[in-house]
């Protein structure tokens, strides 16, 4: 996924008002690491007028579920989203994965608390905090994230000297 494909799916996101943050990868970016993601990883509100806007958001990028084969059939719409929590999905600008629920943190209402905004492409967006991808990390457990956590610790070690100067 480009810059450019990250650009129109987060000015599409915020054109409708989803109600998202920005997690994974792509957060642990912006919050200074040198790790490299392609895809984009987002938890969102499951309030009825948020999964409306998030698929109509999504649905120029024609969304289908990763590694499924093409017979099954899919749409991404409030039907569908009300139906599951989590979707790993392929659209025409790469990978997104939607969850409603990340491991170790619970809904959006509690991700959110572990968010800071930040300003991607003149767009606002909620991120996922240091002290945020650290717990959700430990959670998960899985090899590339248990990798990632000295590094994000050390992000957030020199964040916090900074602040006591």
């Known amino acids: 996924m480009t810059e450019s494909d990250i650009e129109k799916l987060l000015k599409a996101l ?4 989803v109600q998202f943050v920005i997690i994974g990868g792509l957060a642990a970016v912006l919050q200074g690491s040198a790790y490299v993601t392609a895809d984009l990883d987002l938890c969102y509100s499951r309030q009825r007028q948020n999964l409306e806007r998030l698929a109509r958001a999504l649905a120029s990028f024609r969304p289908a579920l990763r590694a499924v084969p093409d017979k099954v059939p ?8 009300r139906s599951g929590m989590n979707f790993t999905l392929t659209t025409d600008v790469g990978d997104v994965d939607i969850l409603a629920e990340v491991t170790g943190m619970g809904t959006y209402e509690q991700v959110v608390r572990f968010s ?33 956590l000295p590094e994000l610790e050390a992000l957030l070690e020199i964040r916090k000297g900074r602040k006591k100067n």
């Open 14 to 17: 915020h054109k409708e008002e």
């Open 74 to 81: 899919f749409r991404l719409d409030v039907s569908t989203l």
């Open 116 to 148: 800071e905004e930040m300003e991607m492409f003149g767009v606002s967006c909620k991120v996922l905090t240091l002290e945020g991808l650290i717990k959700s990390k430990q959670a998960v457990a899985r090899a590339k994230d248990l990798r990632l």
